[in-house]
């Protein structure tokens, strides 16, 4: 049981993906059809064999949590590729848009799920005063909100879009959180993060925040957590915001 006192949390930041929605899975299968192709057809030009990529192993490890052109590097790295620098940026670029395409095509065609546990949590949190933002590295988040049924229960918003236009840099960075709080106008300390990603766990325990939730199970070796639950029905709130205690800056 993770419990978030109000008494001294004003606002909590979810990570988007895998945290509030079921999204992650999407991001996942859809990577899978990009690199696997890509994979398929270097191994044709190079007379070589391939090894597909693997959603339980090489999404976790190279992509999830990371900017699209960085997770498909890392990811071709490990597989031995290093693409020259007018490749890195041609075939990056590409992938990137290709694996956008592909994602917002499935989600207006099938939707997006929000996690019950997290709606909840968002009613009680709001309910109490809280302020409450959200966090993604995709240029789809506000799309992804939206079909979720969430956007009018997220005061703030940081994501791939907005961070490029700032020039914040990405998760481990803290960067995109500390924006979140500005914009929210609270300290880090009387903030909580709530995340699912070890990029995004990184980047609360180096902005300091008040109180970092790691869902869905251990955090990594190196990042040391407040708390952690394998799912939002285990967060209590307790206590209550005073009104009018922090003025939103969108």
């Known amino acids: 049981m993770a419990v ?10 979810f990570e988007t993906d895998g945290v509030l929605t079921d999204t992650a899975r999407v991001h996942a299968a859809v990577w899978k059809r990009v690199l696997d192709a890509y994979l398929r057809r270097h191994a044709e030009r190079s007379g070589t064999s391939w090894r597909p990529f ?10 999830d949590g990371k900017p699209r052109v960085d997770g498909a590097r890392g990811f071709l790295a490990s597989r031995g590729i290093v693409l020259d620098v007018e490749e890195d940026r041609d075939v990056l670029a590409g992938m990137a848009c290709l694996k956008d395409g592909l994602f ?22 709001r309910h109490h005063g809280a302020l409450t ?9 506000a799309e992804i909100l939206h079909r979720a049924g969430l956007s009018g ?3 703030v918003r940081v994501d791939g879009v907005s961070a490029a236009e700032s020039g914040l840099a990405p998760m481990p960075d803290p960067a995109m959180l500390l924006e979140i709080a500005r914009r929210l106008d609270v300290q880090p300390y009387e903030t909580a993060v709530i995340a699912s990603t070890t990029p995004a766990l990184r980047a609360a325990v180096k902005g300091h925040f008040g109180l970092v939730i790691a869902l869905g199970g251990p955090s990594p070796a190196d990042v040391e957590c407040t708390e952690t639950v394998n799912d939002l029905s285990a967060v209590l709130v307790t206590g209550r915001v005073p009104l009018f205690a922090h003025t939103v800056h969108p």
């Open 4 to 13: 978030i006192d109000l008494h001294r949390i004003a606002a909590v930041i």
């Open 133 to 141: 933002g959200a966090v993604s590295p995709s240029r789809n988040c």
């Open 104 to 125: 917002l095509a499935e989600i207006r065609h099938y939707g997006v799920a929000p996690f019950p546990p997290a709606v909840a949590l968002l009613h009680d949190l």
């Open 54 to 63: 693997e959603i339980r192993e090489d999404y976790l490890r190279h992509v």
């Open 153 to 155: 229960m997220i005061d």
